[in-house]
């Protein structure tokens, strides 16, 4: 209440003295916050630039699931590599959109290839990436 009075004040006082400069009586505390969104997609690839890293990924989440964990990490290798390899190509045709992707991927291999391997998290990575991908390859 005391906010909104102190607002209609300013306003009012702007109105009389012609002055369009007051700051605004509100804080960022006070305003909407936006919701968190995901990083925007471009669809800048094409399907045959995807294909590859569709597969692998694939082929990655049969070895987790059937438990075959040097399969997976070999799998997952490759990706990586596949991805490291067409970075040149597919960075500069939007950075948003490869950082997203690459982000991801880092997750994944993170999780699955570290000290501390957390297949949860790691799968919830690879599980995510062909999506974004599929988002990020033109129709």
């Known amino acids: 209440?005391?906010?909104?009075c102190l607002t209609m004040m300013s306003v009012a006082l702007s109105?009389?003295?012609?002055?369009?400069?007051?700051?605004?009586?509100?804080s960022q505390a006070d305003e909407p916050q936006a919701?968190?969104?995901k990083p925007a997609i471009a669809a800048v690839?094409?399907?045959?630039?995807?294909?590859e890293?569709?597969?692998?990924?694939h082929a990655t989440l049969e070895a987790l699931a059937a438990g075959k964990q040097t399969e997976m990490v070999a799998k997952l290798t490759d990706l990586?590599?596949?991805w490291d390899d067409?970075?040149?190509?597919l960075r500069p045709k939007d950075e948003a959109t490869w950082s997203t992707l690459d982000k991801t991927l880092d997750k994944a291999i993170s999780a699955l290839r570290s000290s501390r391997t957390n297949l949860e998290k790691g799968k919830a990575a690879l599980e995510?990436?062909?999506k974004t991908l599929n988002e990020a390859t033109k129709a």
């Open 86 to 89: 067409q970075e040149k190509v």
């Open 35 to 37: 919701a968190s969104k």
């Open 128 to 130: 995510s990436l062909p």
């Open 80 to 82: 990586e590599t596949a």
């Open 53 to 57: 890293f569709k597969e692998l990924t």
């Open 45 to 51: 690839y094409t399907m045959a630039e995807t294909k």
């Open 15 to 26: 109105t009389v003295l012609g002055l369009s400069c007051l700051p605004a009586l509100t």
């Open 1 to 4: 209440m005391k906010k909104n």
